[in-house]
């Protein structure tokens, strides 16, 4: 009996192990080619289906149009372009209407206008006031990082993933032609989406730093990731969102972020058993391009489930 006990039990092991084990895709082989007319990207990777590879070739011209990965968001170098942008509008006021005092206190700006007249008085103020909202604005689009609310309402400034992707997208066509050629009906979107999924989640992961405390730091533009073959999650959805506009401009997806991590949703009919959020009366089937498990469109991680599940998640509109 306990031999019988001895071998169920073991029985039961070996079925959990299995019942555990995910399919991973693993990059066997990368390498780049520099030459006069560009630089060819190979892959190879291996993946539940068997090995697959990817080559193509961009020119210099494409990848120089690439916008690059700007640093982390530093509030101290953002107060300094603010503050240097309001004392040259301050020099252009006549002192005899008013007297304007600027200074730098921590990571914020005290703004004081005197004078004679309080109606002017009122009337610089409100100005300043306007200048400083201008050449925040300025200095966030100037170095692509846009406010950003977490599923907590926390306020942050980040990467302005959608614009990376959306510049992005118009200098990548050869890697659309590249995949196209690996399928067997290329007009299909899901074939299409299937392969550029399994790819992305066989180049090495990144790890993603928080993107309120660490303000974006980690962060690899299309550029980046494809020069350095590695990315975040943040990275490869941003990655994965150029290629689907590349592929298909009219294409409508999504951008969602969970709790430190970050997928994509796109406006495809979907099967019964895809995993989907809605969103303004929009059904969107959820995609996981990060890897290094491999999942399908429809198909999501288990803690990317339950995160869904209990709404902790926000979007941007691609």
Known sequence: MRDVLRYLITGVSLLLFFMSFEAASQQERFFKNRSESGVEFNYQWQSSEGPKKLTFLLPHADIDKLPN??????SAL????????????????????????????????????????SEKVNEITEALGRKHDEAEAEYLRKNYY????????????????????????????????AIKEQLG?????????DFTLNWLQAIPYDTLENRISSNGSGFAAPRQLLLNNKGDCDSKSTFFLAILKSYNPKLSAEMIFLPNHAL?????????????????????????????????????????????????????SF
């Open 69 to 74: 990965s700007a640093p982390a968001y530093n």
């Open 78 to 117: 953002a107060q300094n372009y603010i503050h240097r942008s309001l004392l040259g509008y301050a020099k252009a006021i006549d002192p005899r209407e008013a007297k304007i005092l600027i200074k730098r206190s921590g990571s914020s700006l005290n703004m004081e206008v005197s004078g004679k007249h």
């Open 146 to 177: 846009t406010p950003f609310k977490n599923e907590m309402g926390q306020a942050a400034i980040k990467h302005d993933h959608l614009r990376y992707a959306n510049e992005s997208s118009h200098n990548i066509s050869n890697i659309v032609h």
């Open 185 to 193: 009906n290329p007009s299909n979107p899901r074939e299409f989406i």
């Open 264 to 316: 994509v949703g796109i406006s495809l009919k979907a099967n019964k058993t895809d995993e989907k959020i809605m969103q303004n009366n929009i059904s969107y089937i959820l995609a996981e391009p990060t890897g290094p498990a491999q999942y399908k469109l429809g198909e999501i991680a288990p803690s990317s489930k339950m995160a869904i599940r209990n709404r902790q998640f926000t979007t941007e």
